[in-house]
Each structure stands twice: as structure tokens, then as C-alpha cells.
């Protein structure tokens, strides 16, 4: 099982719509969690941490759910700028970084 | 805004030739990081160093690999003698305290031939 397991998509949508991503992590050990977006070819810069209890910074929602190992980012509002691969990422345990392989989002006009 | 920064932004090499990477950390942080991520994949971990020396490193990271902090700023990614397979995207990344965020530089892009 891949450390940290998401959909590559594409997904596409439209200008407006809410959109979901989900990723799963294997590693109980794993303390903190982020989502980062990447821009091609560019490096991946921080979205937002992710807490149990959930936490909201404008269209974007982060969840985590420990039991299910299981991490979620919702956008509302798609913007064209928001079109960008979004990586999940773990902390290992060990304060190194896991990342997910990324989905990639196109907020079509 | 304290940002991460990386030079060159492209090195490109003859296989077998040794290669610096240079990352200048935000000021006050002091976990730092090396990453990479061959085109079309996913970030991998390298190497961790925190207290001048190295706390963890992947199995990418063999012989052929080392790490300095040769100043109060600078972290340096040295590979000996580069393979073809080496040729990926280098990200440097810093972090203020244990568990927290880490900020990532923009790259250096390496392309051995």
C-alpha cells in the first residue's frame, strides 16, 4: 500500500463549482498533515495544515479523519487560478515530509 | 515575506561530474531539508539535518551524496559523480520547529547528460 494515496485525476470543472479531493495515509505514526499546491515545474507551496478539527481559510476546507486515515481538502467557489496539482502530504513521524503522487485540477472557464 | 532560495535555477552536467546545490534557508529555521522530484512524479525525501548534522536520509541518498552547512546560511547538496538518473527537479526546504511547516525554494532543475 502506497504511503500516501491519492487521486491523480485530471478533474476537470468548471468556473464556480465545489470540488473534493481526497488522500489516504498507511503510517499511524503520522502526526501532521498539509496540503501543498503545485504549479508546473515550480515548487510546492503551503495551502494549509490539516487538524482533526478541521480548519477553513476562505473557499478551502481541510478535514482529517485519524480513525479512517483519511485527509480531505474541498474548494468552493473554483477559481481559473486554482488550476495547480495539490499534494497531500504526511509527516512521517520523523519530521520528514511523504507526499502524495498529487491531483491535478483544471477550473475551466 | 522570509522565503527559501536556491542556486543555480538549471545545472546541467556530463555524467560522472560532481554537482553543488546550493539553498539558502529562512534565517531562523532550523530543520532543513533536501527533496527531489523526477519530472512526473512525486516529491521523494532525501535527507533531514537538524543540530549540524544529518538526522535522517532515504535510500536515494547513498554514497554518492552529502550535505554541508559550511556557514551560518548556506546548506549545500554535493553528488559526486552524477548518473543520468539523477536528473530531477532538487528542492531545498526549511522549518522553523519540529512537527511544523516546511517552506520549500523554488528548485534547482538538474539535466545530466
Known amino acids: 500500500r502506497k504511503e500516501v494515496e491519492q487521486d491523480p485525476g485530471p478533474f476537470n470543472v468548471p468556473e464556480g463549482a465545489t470540488v473534493a479531493f481526497n488522500c489516504t495515509y498507511s503510517?499511524?505514526?503520522?502526526?501532521?498533515f498539509f496540503w501543498y499546491r503545485q504549479d508546473c515545474r515550480k515548487e510546492p507551496k503551503l495551502l494549509m495544515s490539516v487538524y482533526s478539527s478541521g480548519n477553513e481559510d476562505g473557499r478551502f476546507t481541510a478535514q482529517l479523519n485519524r480513525a479512517s486515515q483519511y485527509i480531505s481538502l474541498l474548494i468552493r467557489d473554483s477559481k481559473l487560478s486554482d488550476s495547480a496539482t495539490y499534494l497531500c502530504v504526511a509527516d512521517s513521524g520523523t519530521y520528514k515530509y511523504i507526499f502524495g503522487t498529487g491531483t491535478r485540477l483544471k477550473v475551466l472557464a | 515575506e522570509p522565503e527559501v532560495t536556491q542556486t543555480p535555477s538549471h545545472q546541467v552536467t556530463q555524467m560522472g561530474q560532481e554537482v553543488i546545490l546550493r539553498c539558502v534557508p529562512i534565517s531562523n529555521h532550523l530543520y532543513f531539508y533536501w527533496y527531489r522530484q523526477i519530472l512526473g512524479q512525486k516529491v521523494e525525501f532525501l535527507v533531514s539535518f537538524y543540530n549540524n548534522e544529518i538526522s535522517e536520509k532515504s535510500e536515494i541518498f547513498d554514497d554518492q551524496f552529502s550535505v554541508e552547512r559550511p556557514d551560518g546560511s548556506n546548506f549545500t547538496l554535493k553528488i559526486r559523480s552524477t548518473k543520468l538518473e539523477d536528473s530531477a527537479m532538487y528542492f531545498c526546504a526549511s522549518m522553523d520547529q519540529g512537527a511544523g511547516e516546511q517552506y520549500f525554494g523554488p528548485g534547482t532543475r538538474l539535466t545530466v547528460t
Open positions: 503510517n499511524s505514526a503520522s502526526q501532521s
